[in-house]
């Protein structure tokens, strides 16, 4: 092939990539504005709510993300089968991860309500803090079974190639949830300060629920992203091959066991992710307040630009799983590795975002001087592992494409907690008789070793069974 050919052969992938990966990082980054606006809102209201609001995310965030990351396994299926053409089989599989994701979330809600208390103890949470807090996760549990409903549907929408209505159902829910924590937060004094006596007056009288209205808030925008994900799939041309709809499937093991075999590895792979980070702020706590809100900051500002890497892979699992479902595996091969380079180019753009923006949007964090130097310092740091961590995002994405989920998930395991947590709790804590430690930095050092091991591990992955397929494929075809 000649290099004008393959230059407009990567050209031609690198758009279709991109057209799929923009809807899912407005998506994310909808999803992320709900958070934020929870946590804005809670703040205002008092240091208790916000507190109660922190630590009862803290809770069920991790347990939403392994059981969301689980149904993710459904893109994979639904692309494989969507590639070959195989669109009769397709709805029984998405009827499949339905059940589950109504199992599930209905077991992460009582999870959720029945534990929290023991785990707000073992955590030595204050009284007043740990109250608000259990009465939040009690309303937000309400909502959880609509996030796993919502999760297999978008996880079907994407495996489809249409990963735009996650971003107009993200949005629904940001729109939603605004408005709805400001009514039941603050409640009507909120609403007399904000318009004056002119409202009605049944208006005033309601109540100010604080971290309790934020639970109800989050719930409700749960449940209108889940209801408009059904009201889509049931009115769109888009999905008429799959007659999504069209007669309920049952129960059937044989797909339930696919499902969890291909997703619940993916899942895990999440939380260990996301609890190394929660771990991680343990564990400095002991280095003070200023050192807490300086990592707090940098992490904050890197998950944002985290969001471009994410959603490329998320949409790299689609691409491969679409080629390899229409039989083409020398074009999965290079959709892979030309989503690899991608993602490298796109890392080379954070850390020149970083280099230029990182001062003024620490700005916007704190006033603290001491805070806004170590803030600065971390963030810095940070552009060295842009590579790295953009690169094992969209290596596991890829390997997700191939359905090759189990040692992916090994890999994270040994990776973050094993090299990075034990790196960084080694060199943040020190040695007497080797040498001092490094504090925060140490721990931001361990982060670059994990995500480094993890890029170097699922590169090596990636080239061996991306290799193995073409081979298998090639000699089948002779």
């Known amino acids: 092939m000649s290099t004008a050919n393959h230059f407009y052969r990567c050209r031609r992938e690198t758009a279709s990539l ?15 504005g709900m958070s934020a606006s929870d946590v804005i809102m809670s703040g205002r209201a008092s240091a208790t709510d916000l507190a109660a609001v922190s630590v009862g995310a803290s809770l069920w965030v991790p347990l939403m993300l392994l059981m969301t990351g689980t149904l993710m396994g459904v893109t994979p299926i639904v692309a494989h089968r969507a590639g070959a053409g195989d669109f009769d089989q397709v709805r029984g599989k998405v009827h499949q991860a339905l059940w589950v994701a109504l199992v599930l979330g209905c077991l992460s809600a009582l999870a959720m309500t029945l534990g929290a208390r023991a785990i707000f103890q073992l955590m030595q949470i204050p009284a007043d803090v740990a109250g608000l807090a259990i009465e939040y996760l009690s309303a937000v549990a309400f909502g959880i079974p609509a996030v796993a409903l919502y999760q297999a549907l978008r996880a079907f929408s994407d495996g489809m190639l249409h990963t735009r209505p996650a ?9 939603v949830n605004i ?3 400001f009514l039941l937060i603050y409640g009507g004094p909120g609403l007399v300060e904000l318009w004056g006596d002119d409202i009605p007056t049944l208006l005033q009288q309601l109540p100010a629920l604080g971290a309790l209205g934020c639970g109800i808030a989050t719930a409700i925008s749960m449940w209108a992203m889940c209801l408009g994900m059904v009201w889509y799939t049931t009115r769109s041309r888009a999905y008429a091959p799959v007659s999504l709809w069209a007669s309920p499937t049952p129960p059937r093991w044989k797909d339930i066991a696919e499902l969890l075999y291909i997703g619940l ?3 895990l792979a999440i939380f260990f992710e996301v609890t190394l980070f929660t771990v991680i702020t343990l564990l400095v706590a002991y280095l003070g307040e200023i050192t807490v809100a300086a990592h707090q900051i940098a992490l904050n500002v890197t998950s944002i630009l985290f969001m471009l890497p994410l959603s490329l892979s998320m949409a790299l699992t689609v691409r491969v799983s679409n080629r390899l479902g229409a039989g083409n595996m020398a074009e999965a091969r290079f959709v892979a590795w030309n989503g690899i380079g991608v993602g490298f180019a796109l890392a080379l753009l954070n850390s020149l975002l970083i280099w230029l923006l990182a001062a003024p949007v620490v700005s916007l964090y704190t006033n603290n001087v001491e805070v806004r130097t170590l803030a600065m310092s971390l963030i810095l740091l940070a552009m060295l592992f842009q590579i790295s961590d953009s690169l094992q995002v969209n290596l596991a994405g890829a390997l997700r494409g191939y359905k090759d989920t189990r040692v992916v998930m090994g890999i994270t395991l040994l990776s973050y907690w094993f090299v990075g947590l034990g790196c960084g709790h080694l060199l943040g804590r020190g040695m007497d008789s080797t040498f001092a430690s490094l504090g925060i930095y140490g721990y931001w050092i361990g982060l670059n070793a994990g995500l480094t091991t993890a890029a170097g591990l699922l590169a090596w992955r990636l080239w061996r069974v991306s290799r193995q397929r073409s081979a298998k494929n090639a ?3 002779h």
């Open 18 to 32: 991109v057209r799929l990966a923009l809807p899912v990082c407005g998506a994310q980054l909808a999803q992320a």
């Open 179 to 181: 408005p709805a924590n």
């Open 167 to 175: 971003l107009w159902m993200s949005l629904v829910g940001l729109a």
């Open 265 to 267: 590895p993916i899942g």
């Open 475 to 477: 000699v089948y075809l």
